[in-house]
């Protein structure tokens, strides 16, 4: 009964999910066909009201035991994709470079040690840079657009976050263990995308930096080297320009 129970509960979270990236793919659609924004992610949000598990922060359960943390798979990076705005199968055409963040939010999700918030925060400083300065079309459009975006995936977006990170993660002992294994890792990235930066003084300087914080350095350096093994499927293989501060490691 137990397993039946469970099995039941992942096959109605796998509907929710499915029910959640088609309403928001209908709002879109919605949006740039004239509809209000707002409108649009009210109405979305009223249909959606009923949906179990897949708010913010839904009360997943821990990635790791008590006593362990969260440490990168080896080459986890290499099973990343990105597929601009929009659930794979119906991506969401857009005029004004938003492409570019919601290719970064992809992978941000799949960077093991990521919070769902940083990469709702980076995700919407990305759109407010592009619409200062969209592609093409008027940025009072982009805004509602980058609005109606940001309020979905922040809405909706835990559960995939806490999925992406399941699958990109393993665990290991709190103290040294964990940082032996992060060091491992870094290095080994380092010493295949920026051989110059791959020695032990510079792996250790930037662990120690970013220690606590691992998860937001290893996006950073995806965004940095991602075309070299990213899977860009049907989107342009590229990720905004964050200011120079943002790129600094």
Partial sequence: VAAGGSSGAAMARSASAS??????????????????????????????????GMGGGFGQEELCRPGQVSVPKASHHKEMTANGCGPQGMQIKEPFGLFRCCNFHDVCFSACGTTHQFCEEEFERCMKRVCKKPDSGKKKECKAKASLMKGLTSGFGGAFHYTSQKASCTCAATGDAARKHHREYLQSFLQEYDAAAADDGRVDALLQKWRGREGELYARLVKKHGQHFVRFVDIEAEFDNASESEQEL
């Fill in 19 to 52: 029910a959640v990236l088609l309403a928001a793919a209908a709002a879109c659609a919605a949006v740039a066909d004239g509809a209000s924004p707002q409108m649009g992610l009210e109405g979305l949000l009223a249909g959606l009201g009923g949906l179990d």
